[in-house]
């Protein structure tokens, strides 16, 4: 297991954990997560932020997956590990070509391993991304974002 892959899966986790839009805004909760934490890391931080950003923006996105997990899983996966899924579907749906698949894995190896398999069989299976989460989907965003930019990708 890569160390650094999961501190930085915990920050980003830990990063939605705490946020409160409500009480704070999107930049202001960030700097002050990364302060306090003392990440000084330019590399590391720039990852949080648009790893924090990019959930905060296609949460809808993101709670379509999560929350079929959760409902099809729920009995067996810790609630408090929600964002920690939301996090690693955001990597999957949006940061796969850039990560690629061996940097990935290194993301998925930071969880617990039966955890990290529940949810990869569950996100990566066919059937459900082709009817029920691309439904989810389009109710949100336009058929042809979620065909290119969400399906497209994850199908190949």
């Excluded at 959930?55 to 379509?64: D, G, H, I, P, Q």
């Excluded at 698949?101 to 398999?117: C, G, M, N, P, S």
């Amino acid at each position: 297991m890569d160390g650094k892959h999961r501190q930085l899966l915990i920050h980003c986790a830990n990063i939605l954990d705490c946020y409160n839009a409500g009480t704070t805004g999107l930049e202001e909760h960030f700097d002050n997560y990364i302060y306090n934490n003392r990440i000084q890391d330019e590399d590391d931080v720039t990852f949080l932020r648009e790893v924090f950003s990019g959930c905060v923006r296609y949460r809808a996105v993101l709670k379509v997956v999560v929350d079929g997990f959760y409902v099809r899983e729920g009995r067996h996966v810790l609630r408090s590990n929600e964002n920690l899924f939301h996090v690693l579907t955001y990597l999957a749906l949006f940061r796969l070509d850039e990560l690629g698949v061996a940097h990935y894995r290194k993301f998925i190896t930071a969880v617990e391993l039966k955890q990290a398999y529940k949810f990869h069989h569950f996100f990566f299976d066919e059937k459900s991304l082709m009817t029920w989460m691309k439904d989810g989907w389009n109710k949100v965003y336009e058929p042809v974002f979620v065909q290119t930019t969400l399906l497209s990708p994850i199908l190949r």
